[in-house]
């Protein structure tokens, strides 16, 4: 027994890791199969081909048994070779970061980066190309979580195309929670979680991979093998008929299999649309209110995550603070460059449901004017509610 | 849903994955809570704490969110330096194996290597030392999973440390189920995990680190920052007072929390002890039976895990599938080099209860005499159950 | 698998079943133990006797195996003999209710009642006693639920004891939510259950029975035995000793063993504190929108559970669909004769948390507007928000 | 925390309640939500639905609030009127019990009694209906639990329908476990329970209910309303335009939902296999090991329990002490005049797998040997495993 004396958030807004859903709850405590066991490694395939179903892909998806940020090191360490010049796109901390694991391998790096407050514009990526046709890997982080901010990934996926590259996409905090998918925007490595949107626990991670993508792992000498980084270790590891290189984190998978029966069930698009609803509500609380957006234009607004901008005269974490001690509610800092700077309000799996946005929008108005700044709180309620009433009207 | 034809085991009595605790598998589905929040924070240092008490360490344990050959790689690559000279001692798969990650990062790799059915003779450790003075790391596997033998620790420890050599020792499924800990084989890496003996989810890795070892780390020119593969970015991720490099496995934490009252409020001493009089009477049994046991002698035979010869004229996996689908047991098949000329019967956690060798010893001779071996089954639950009456007795 | 169309609440603030505390919904998934093991028996009569301490009683409580309703029906089949004068107070629905199950087993039925927006006057009942001295046993609801109001229990408890009457306590939907045991009111039969403010599993009740009721219902020739309404059958299974008379349902003891933990390792105190805030900003936001409340002074409106009248123009079912269909919040109707009157906000368990108030004051309010009622909500957020702000700056 | 010092048992080998299957204890997990919102009701009329597709019944089931002997003592009350001849079929202690309550509402009592080893003669009822054709209700217990003893209910019930009277069936503890269903043996009234056969929890009934019986019960005088002993209160309450006249055990439904998809999907005849084979293999090994069964004969015998007979020189108790202090294994002692002569073995849903008889035969028989029993433990075992390889084989 602990004896905690902090007390446990009443209502977990957080950028992630975020609640998880009752059902996913339950599928966590099921009991631990011998992985070499044939009943498991049934399951493990269904729950491979599972994830291709939400994925939209052909193929049996690949799982890793870590959290995202370690399967995107391991897909830079797997996909990146002494020979290929990478174009990484940063509009955020994420972006950035990517841009540091992708300089240990590759021959060169070419970086577009653009305001951690604004997204990348296709006709950047283009002129890249245009300048330096031997870029042969793009990477992309979609949701560039640490600022809320959603990149065009589909035009900026047809262009990588055009010109034979190959892209990696980071959609971990955006897949599940919105319309992407790795066909929509041409994705050759797309990776994404249960922790975020799907509503899940954190500690594994849903990749898809696309032959071309495979080929180029297959024939870079430096990928790894052996090695908790190896993508090409777990390539058959989805087949009931393969064994595993590594214990598989049985639990884990027991729980990603619940989180994408509800989001099947429920059905995407009804998932997606209720993250859209409770983004949009939040947002315009937030503004009626008087607190700014960080995104430079609503459009690039994340509809999984709100980020707004710390009043000048007040830090982020006095705001967390006070939202935590005077109402239960935990927000999200920000991270690296962004830290400081912003506050994130996370709509994901089980709180992307609209009227947390009314708990978001009061609860960090109350902190905001408890803390001495003169907003207008009971003009953000009564926005907030006036985009709910009005969808659900229709 | 998943309609898997693959029917479950009734009675896993594998080498690991274990079965969990019916209490392991409950916080297993405690809520998943914000990484950043206090609350959480708080009780992961809680946590790293109670790791500390399990192990009679001072520090609290770091913990790395991934399975623990992950675990051990990485203590590979983070402790290991381009002017390390390694004494690798193998005795088994896994220790063999340890050479190979060795290899990737050493100076120069020195190897004692045992037939895999015996133990490493501490005199052997003592000569390697006085050929090669310059012996600066020694690596140990504690109990060799794919041969379900155990090293002689204490003794190898007291000889490492008598040299100045620091000792790294995986002690995965050995620590839990018997008198083992890093203090008492002066190990500087000790890493276990809750998957084997202490019956929780494989996910998660425990490890007890020195501060020699921390400082032959932050010494190693080469050791990994920002990666998986880092034990240097987690060193102050226990305390509450300092952010997680990346996300924490928050389930598979709720779950360790679990694992280690268990085992804390059971009381070590009777946790072993139950773990060795099921082996013991495992062995009995199969002896009595006519199999024999795959460890040259019984005192290197593991109190965790009973691995016994394959007869001549069968395969491993007709054995396997014969007690699965006769009687829903799964035992172990080997690794590697003990593919297929052993089979392991796991004595761990939940299943580390006498009776559970009448189950072993049942199910193995009903299986070989289905497939036309001629044993005497009776004789082995006969001696199973003597070696339990005999014990209760007292 | 059942598809069910209707969605869940997001939100369920009814007057209970509320929701549970997630520690208690694990431990209802505890394994299902066998009711004469030594192992269960020892563990129900350590949760009988938990329950004694939350009660605040000597003796090991009475455990029921069904929900408190059945038990108070038990109650008045094993209590009341036919040569007991019955004074029952009916300040509500169920207080009106016990009348007919007394009506049932009495010699005759003395009755106050007062209207339902009201308490019952401790004058009232010391009148009662002068006019009928051989009163022998009164019954009182502590909170009439469907009236979300609080009779004065230690008040009328001192009378009925001064005169030597038995005295029977609903005490259901209060105790865990608010200062009352059986001592402060001495009661004789004092009834409550997991289902409400203690945010567990509806199908349990705990009793607490005085020696001088126990030799009543000894006493009484039409006690039963041998049946589901017996008192008696029950008296002595607390023991470990003792079997059960009837199978008890051993998951519900499961879910209330977590209910005390959870009771008693957060204090009682902290636990009222917590209700009766979030009442009391629940009340303060209705009013200030314009709301009614049903109770006639604020002072008799109960911490656990807010009553406010439907408005003139509307039906409660109305208003119950818009909280739910636009809001996902779950209210409660009344019941009987308050049903169409009033709506009710449960501040039970979980979900009395301050911050509650303000999702039920805005969907309420909100829910009101759309159905075309003009009602100030903003000026109900600010209120809500005051009295948290307020209480918490302390 | 409780810290009881008894152990669990490793095994329970009860004749209920029974450990239950695991997604069983999950589903006792899920929310509680609020019985009158409508996601409660709907799902309320699914479980209803599912029961009866269970029973092979086209009304939806009545469940009933409690665990199932308080549902047959409320059978007896709510169908049993003033002018009602009812013929009682006591082959046990649970048949014998009947009759008790039957008296306090009957006309008169007519009975058949046979020693409790033995099943009732369908001829002894077509002979009771000669002599007695004003017989209006008869009951019967197909598995009468304490002698682990089968009625034949088909062959009896058709009797009943006959001569036009009602009939009751206690199948607590045989459906869900082998082939009996309320049609096949013309119930009226048919009982059981999720706690037995179907692996889930006891505080919850399911109940068949014929046209013919509603009629009887509405037009009894003495059914009674407002009470927990109410069968008509219920009627309706499956219907999700219906409210309940109590609060139903929302976490027993939760669960009882999950018990009827494990029977459903694993298909019934399987289910029942499984348990006909586990009874078969244990009644084997205990006659071979020279214990001998209660059952008069092997035909009348349990395919659910296996009630065999203490050997004279020993107790019970002693039998049942050491099998647990021995082996972690628990069985039941008899009830009744059954108790202290016959021990009974449960083969009851997740323990109805046929090597639990391996176990079961090797606990009892080295637990009598420990007491200085001479009896052959090792026949015992060969028998019990010659019939599941025979079973297998096919």
């Known amino acids: 027994m602990n004896h905690i004396r902090e007390k446990e958030p009443i209502f977990t807004l957080s950028a992630g890791p975020v609640a998880a859903y009752p059902r996913v709850l339950r599928a966590l405590s099921s009991p631990i199969q011998y992985d070499y066991d044939a009943y498991f490694q049934a399951f493990y395939e269904s729950v491979a081909r599972k ?7 052909k193929e049996p998806a690949l799982i890793l048994h870590y959290e995202p940020a370690a399967a995107i090191e391991a897909a830079a360490t797997s996909l990146i070779g002494p020979d290929d010049v990478v174009l990484n796109l940063a509009s955020g901390v994420y972006g950035k970061g990517f841009g540091y694991w992708s300089a240990r391998y590759n021959k060169e790096l070419v970086e577009i980066e653009v305001p ?43 262009t990588v195309r055009k010109h034979g590259a190959l892209l990696l996409v980071d959609a971990v905090s955006s897949f599940g929670g919105m319309d992407i998918h790795p066909g929509d925007c041409n994705a050759d490595i797309f990776i994404t979680g249960p922790g975020k949107c799907l509503g899940g626990a954190p500690g594994v991670t849903i990749v898809a991979v696309s032959d071309r ?10 990928a790894p093998r052996a090695s908790v980084l190896s993508y090409l270790d777990w390539r058959d590891a ?5 064994p595993f290189p590594f214990t598989p984190s049985v639990a884990e998978v027991n729980g990603l299999d619940a ?27 937030m503004q009626a209110m008087g607190v700014k957006l960080w995104a430079k234009t609503e459009e690039i607004a994340s509809p999984t995550t709100t980020a707004v901008r710390v009043p000048e005269s007040l830090s982020d974490s006095a705001i967390l603070s006070a939202a935590k001690d005077l109402y239960g509610v935990a927000f999200s800092a920000g ?24 708990i978001a929008v009061s609860a960090f108005g109350g902190a905001l004017r408890c803390l001495g700044q003169k907003i207008d709180l009971t003009a953000g309620v009564e926005a907030t509610m006036a985009v709910i009433d009005a969808a659900k009207k229709k």
């Open 51 to 57: 994830c291709s179903t939400a994925l939209r892909t």
């Open 116 to 158: 951690y407050n604004e997204a990348i514009d296709p006709q950047q990526v283009e002129d890249a190309f245009r300048r330096r046709p031997d870029i042969r890997i793009v990477s992309l982080v979609h949701h560039d979580t640490p600022s809320g901010t959603i990149n065009p990934a589909r035009e900026i996926g047809a």
């Open 213 to 222: 993508a495979w080929e180029h792992m297959a024939a870079n000498p430096k």
């Open 238 to 242: 989805w087949s009931k008929e393969k």
């Open 259 to 285: 989180v994408l029966d509800q989001y099947l069930e429920e059905g995407a698009e009804n998932v997606w649309q209720r993250h859209a609803l409770t983004a949009k509500a939040c947002r315009a609380g």
């Open 335 to 358: 991270r690296g460059d962004t830290l400081g700077k912003l506050i994130r309000i996370g709509h994901m799996g089980p709180v992307a449901e609209p009227f947390y946005a009314v």
